[in-house]
Structures are given as C-alpha cells and as structure tokens.
C-alpha cells in the first residue's frame, strides 16, 4: 500500500512549498511514508493529462492514500472535486485533505458525499472571495498610485518567508541542508542564499 502527495498550483513556487511542508509535518506526526509527491503547476486550459490527474488515478489502487493540503487542490472546480473525489472512493483508495480535516477510509455511503459536497463548496467560496479581495486591492492601489513591489534596498520576498523557525529547528537538529531543501520543495542554493539573508546560522 502507497501513500501519495498530490500538489497543486496556480501561480508560484510559494504555494508548492507551503503544501509540501503542511504534507511533510502531517506524515512526520502520524508516521506516514509518502511514497511520491505528485507535483503540477495548473491553469484554466490544462487538460487532466496535463494535470497528472490520469497519471495519479493510472498510479493508485485500492488501500493506497492519496493526501492533498486542502481540497480545492484536487480540482477546479466543485463538480470536478466531487467526481475526482468520487473515483478514488470506488476504488478503494483512501483520502486525506489536511485543511478540512477530511479522512475518507474508502466507503461509500452518503454521508461521505454529503461531506465532500459542503467542503467542496466552501472551498470555491473561499477562493472566489479571495481573488475578488486580491482584484479589489491591486485596484485600489492602482487608483492611489501606489507602486506595487518592494522598496529599494529591502529584503525580497522568499518562498521561505514564515518559516524561519522550522528552518532553524531542522538546522539545530543537524538536518542537512540538502535534506532541509527537499523537503520544503527548494534548491540547495535557494536554501543557503535564504538562510544566509535572514541571518539563521
């Protein structure tokens, strides 16, 4: 039986790293292997193939788990995530999405569907919300005449920013940074010029 990490993003590198860490630390605290991170960057236009949708469902059979940081990753869209949903129940694979705290065992019954169905729906709320908040406020800057991006002379944003601590920890439990840089989904160097900058060691 196989655990895998399904990952999915719409703009940045951030959101893979924030995913990969969420997944990280759920496995680490319940000892869970994950078997393979599932990684896809995602558009309007893809397809499931381009998705890896029909690679992961090729992939996992009944007793695997697939675990997602939050189920508005699986798909685009609520109907998508109840059918994708829907498929790994009627192929026994198990299902875990951290953010909702959703544990499906590979039943099907209805309360299982009633579930995944509100879920499904607060999560495209959320988004919706959250990209009208993101427009309203780049627009309003705009009126201002603000300049968007960073002072001269600042510190640039990092997919690592907020995780100065956990770096730290790792670091101070001799964690190479190799091993450190693979699992938040950066490069080596990435890693370095970071801790570098932010003074961590």
Do not use: W
């Amino acid at each position: 039986m196989k655990t895998y990490a399904y990952l999915r993003v719409s703009t940045s590198g951030q959101e893979v790293a924030q995913q990969r860490l969420e997944i990280h630390d759920y496995a680490y605290k319940n000892k869970i292997h994950i078997d393979e991170y599932i990684e896809v960057k995602s558009s309007s236009t893809k397809s499931t193939k381009d998705r890896k949708l029909d690679y992961l469902f090729d992939k996992v059979v009944k007793g695997d788990t697939l675990i997602v940081a939050e189920l508005s990753r699986l798909g685009r869209s609520l109907g998508e995530i109840i059918r994708l949903v829907d498929m790994l129940i009627k192929e026994g694979v198990k299902f875990r999405a951290l953010k909702e705290n959703i544990i499906l065992n590979g039943n099907q019954d209805i309360q299982t569907k009633v579930m995944v169905t509100l879920f499904g729906l607060f999560a495209e709320i959320e988004r919706d919300l959250i990209s009208q908040r993101t427009k309203k406020g780049l627009a309003a800057a705009k009126a201002k005449g603000k300049l968007l991006g960073r002072p001269k002379g600042s510190l640039g944003k990092s997919i690592l920013d907020g995780k100065e601590s956990y770096i730290t920890e790792l670091l101070e439990k001799q964690v190479s940074k190799s091993s450190i840089a693979k699992i938040l989904g950066v490069s080596r160097r990435a890693l370095t010029n970071f801790i570098s900058s932010r003074k961590l060691a």
